[in-house]
C-alpha cells in the first residue's frame, strides 16, 4: 500500500522560504515519478513541478521555474520541494503525487498519478 506524508507546510511572510517533503512508502521510489500540484483557496488543483523516475528529469511550471526546485533523496524515500523568494500567491494546499507510468508528455496532468498524499498548507503573507 503506497503512502506519502507531506510536512513542511506553515505561515510565511512574503519573499521567504519552505521546504516541502514528501516522505514515501509501500512502492520502488526509484522507479516512481513524483510531482507536486498545489490548490489554492476556492480554486483547482494546478501543477508544480515534478521529478521523473530515477531523478533522470525534472519539470516545473511556469510560475515556479527560478524559485522553485524539486528534488528527491532515494536513500530516504522522500521528494522535497525547495520554495524561494515566495509570494502570496503561492498560497495553496500543497499535494505530493506518486506514479509509476506517466509519460513525459503527461506529466503536467493530475489524472496521471494514482497515488497522492493528505496535504500541506502553505500561507503566504504579503
Known amino acids: 500500500q503506497v503512502q506519502l506524508v507531506e510536512t513542511g507546510g506553515g505561515l510565511v511572510q512574503a519573499g521567504g522560504s519552505l521546504r516541502l517533503s514528501c516522505a514515501a512508502s509501500?512502492?520502488?521510489?526509484?522507479?516512481?515519478?513524483f510531482a507536486w500540484f498545489r490548490q489554492p483557496p476556492g480554486k483547482g488543483r494546478d501543477f508544480v513541478a515534478a521529478?521523473?523516475?530515477?531523478?533522470?528529469?525534472?519539470n516545473y511550471a511556469d510560475s515556479a521555474k527560478g524559485r522553485f526546485t524539486i528534488s528527491r533523496d532515494n536513500a530516504k524515500n522522500t521528494v522535497y520541494l525547495q520554495m524561494d523568494d515566495l509570494k502570496p500567491e503561492d498560497t495553496a494546499v500543497y499535494f505530493c503525487?506518486?506514479?509509476?507510468?506517466?509519460?513525459?508528455?503527461?506529466?503536467?496532468?493530475?489524472?496521471?498519478?494514482?497515488?497522492w498524499g493528505q496535504g500541506t498548507r502553505v500561507t503566504v503573507s504579503p
Open positions: 509501500g512502492l520502488t521510489f526509484r522507479r516512481y515519478t
Open positions: 521529478s521523473r523516475y530515477g531523478g533522470t528529469s525534472t
Open positions: 503525487a506518486a506514479s509509476s507510468g506517466v509519460i513525459l508528455s503527461a506529466i503536467r496532468r493530475d489524472d496521471q498519478y494514482g497515488d
